[in-house]
T-cell receptor
Framework: DAKTTQPTSMDCAEGRAANLPCNHS???????VYWYRQIHSQGPQYIIH???NNETNEMASLIITEDRKSSTLILPHATLRDTAVYYC???????????FGAGTILRVKS | DAGVTQSPTHLIKTRGQQVTLRCSPK?????VSWYQQALGQGPQFIFQ???????QRGNFPDRFSGHQFPNYSSELNVNALLLGDSALYLC?????????????FGPGTRLTVL
């Protein structure tokens, strides 16, 4: 079973920041937080991951709370092409499988 | 583009038949994982191959088997197909021995069993 809880769906206006929350209250000290997204019928796309520090790359920012029990993925300027299912996954490193939950359906609207 | 390729894109089979799906990992990657995604659900882990051996396996019956070749490419075989095997089959590649061995997914193979 997935170890994360995410809202079923969210809406965001085009050009605004999209903030996607994830709860992982049972996360272990050696588990990373990964985010993927999946646009309809395509393979999941890796977005970002982190352990305990905030992370930023060209796609998004990941904010992890100090107790590591929750995190937020931030898409700074959402576009229509960001409409997708976003998956938050906690995973031990070194080869372990990804366990997907239901994810959050993000709808970006013009 | 993650650099992972899968073939074929789509496939239609009938119940009882056998199917082979193929995956080429991203350049420099040596580990291949396979996932099954039924309609409306998240991907489910089938198994992972490293050094031509199955390293981990999810809760899938023995009808699902795989192989990894010396060039790191991989095949997924499903025997005695059932209607419930209709799904998007995803391959992901990664590099072993790296602390954060991120998995990168291919576009998937859509299998329809009639």
């Amino acid at each position: 079973d997935a170890k994360t809880t995410q809202p079923t769906s969210m809406d965001c206006a085009e050009g605004r920041a999209a903030n996607l929350p994830c709860n992982h209250s049972t996360i272990s000290g050696n588990e990373y937080v990964y985010w993927y997204r999946q646009i309809h019928s395509q393979g999941p796309q890796y977005i970002i991951h982190g352990l305990k520090n905030n992370e930023t790359n060209e796609m998004a920012s990941l904010i992890i709370t100090e107790d590591r029990k929750s995190s937020t993925l931030i898409l700074p300027h959402a576009t229509l092409r960001d409409t997708a299912v976003y998956y938050c996954i906690v995973r031990v490193a070194y080869g372990n499988k990804l366990v997907f939950g239901a994810g959050t359906i993000l709808r970006v609207k013009s | 583009d993650a650099g992972v390729t899968q073939s074929p894109t789509h496939l239609i089979k009938t119940r009882g038949q056998q199917v082979t799906l193929r995956c080429s990992p991203k350049s420099g990657h040596d580990t291949v994982s396979w996932y099954q995604q039924a309609l409306g659900q998240g991907p489910q882990f089938i198994f992972q191959y490293y050094e031509e051996e199955e390293r981990q396996r999810g809760n899938f019956p023995d009808r699902f088997s795989g192989h990894q070749f010396p060039n790191y490419s991989s095949e997924l075989n499903v025997n005695a197909l059932l209607l419930g095997d209709s799904a998007l089959y995803l391959c992901a590649s990664s590099l072993a021995g790296v602390l954060t061995d991120t998995q990168y997914f291919g576009p998937g193979t859509r299998l329809t069993v009639l």
